[in-house]
């Protein structure tokens, strides 16, 4: 028989980590309000309290507030003003539209993705912000048709050679591209609670009784001023590229206000009003821009080349191709009669006499009468040299 007394178990606080231990002590030693990345303070910088039955960390059911950090919105900005010339630069090879959209209330997208809460939020990995992937807007676009246009008959898409067109099918890419949407522009983060009644019931592991106690679940909405939208078509017809992104960018604006993106639509949360298209106020300026700029460094690279080439040439050769290139303007037309004019007589480069010839019959300025007495000097001079 074992006389040996057991020792009393002693409740051990095991912490109860939600990352990486590494990433957890260098979190740790961090003031929440330094985590300036919306994904670390939301998924990895979480508040948790000891759970006395459990003997382990809980996360907090309560959610901190969130103060968005003035280097998020710096980034944010960064990212939008990168977004709009890049696809002011695309619109010159294809069909680009602009929406600007107000939301009636509270958006929340991502709310059942995996999280430790089991209430998450959609945040940008690299930029760190809120937003609605691209993928969920074409999701609620094509589902808007499916029901307006096909009875809610998901076979009714292949019947339509225009949605066909717009949203493509498993054998057939579309050509409409839908673009993620930034939740930046007055941006706040509200904490919000739903609450479950008759948890066991929705379990299903028990009745829908009055007597189970409501469990209160803490999530986090997303509050903007307003959202851009974009929308692009790159089509080999630019004509037909024009009409199947009208029509795309018409449903577009159907589906956000009659359907709303996101979580819990049915709550109200996620619907927009006042969705306009702002193509020619506010994108067609920057197409514009974005056009003359490419003009610019176009133009640059071409003096460039222009520049290499010449300095390859003798200094004869590169006398004659100075003078092929002037234009007919004032300056031109001067320098001509001066710089070039005393370079040509000093080398006696005959290739650049006759190149001045024919710069100045195209002007008018090669048959003068003696009364012009200096230009028809500069002529007989140039004769004299041709001979």
Request: aromatic residues 8%; proline residues 4%; hydrophobic residues 35%.
């Amino acid at each position: 028989m074992n006389n040996k007394r057991h020792p009393k178990k002693q409740q051990v606080r095991e912490e109860k980590y939600f990352l990486p231990k590494d990433t957890h002590a260098i979190i740790r030693t961090v003031n929440d309000q330094h985590l300036t990345h919306l994904a670390y303070r939301l998924h990895y910088g979480l508040s948790h309290e000891f759970d006395e039955k459990k003997g382990c960390y809980e996360v907090a059911k309560r959610l901190p507030a969130v103060l968005i950090h003035s280097d998020v919105q710096q980034v944010a900005k960064q990212a939008l003003l990168h977004r709009e010339r890049s696809l002011a630069s695309f619109a010159h090879i294809a069909s680009v539209r602009k929406l600007k959209a107000t939301p009636v209330g509270k958006i929340v997208h991502g709310l059942g993705a995996g999280h430790v809460r089991e209430t998450a939020l959609t945040i940008h990995s690299t930029y760190g912000i809120p937003y609605i992937p691209a993928s969920s807007v074409k999701g609620v676009v094509r589902q808007w048709w499916i029901e307006a246009y096909g009875e809610g008959k998901e076979t009714a898409l292949t019947q339509s050679s225009e949605a066909t067109a717009i949203f493509g099918t498993q054998q057939q890419r579309g050509c409409v591209q839908f673009y993620d949407v930034y939740l930046v522009n007055g941006l706040q983060l509200v904490p919000e609670v739903m609450t479950v009644h008759m948890k066991k019931y929705y379990e299903k592991s028990g009745m829908p009784t009055d007597d189970q106690p409501p469990t209160p679940v803490s999530f986090f909405t997303v509050k903007v001023a307003d959202v851009d939208i974009y929308l692009s078509c790159l089509h080999r017809d630019h004509q037909q590229a024009e009409q199947l992104l009208k029509k795309a960018t018409e449903w577009t604006i159907r589906a956000l206000e009659e359907f709303g993106i996101g979580s819990k639509t049915s709550s109200g949360y996620g619907y927009f009003r006042h969705v306009r298209d702002v193509t020619e106020q506010e994108f067609l300026p920057l197409i514009k821009q974005a056009k003359e700029q490419v003009a610019s460094e176009m133009q640059k690279q071409q003096q460039q080349k222009e520049e290499q080439y010449l300095a390859s040439l003798s200094p004869e050769e590169r006398l004659v191709k100075e003078i092929e290139r002037l234009t007919t303007n004032e300056q031109d037309q001067q320098k001509s009669k001066s710089e070039l004019y005393k370079q040509v007589i000093e080398t006696k480069n005959k290739e650049a006499a006759r190149a001045l010839q024919t710069y100045w019959e195209k002007i008018g300025e090669w048959n003068v009468k003696p009364k012009q007495k200096k230009q028809y000097e500069k002529v007989q001079a140039v004769r004299t040299l041709l001979q």
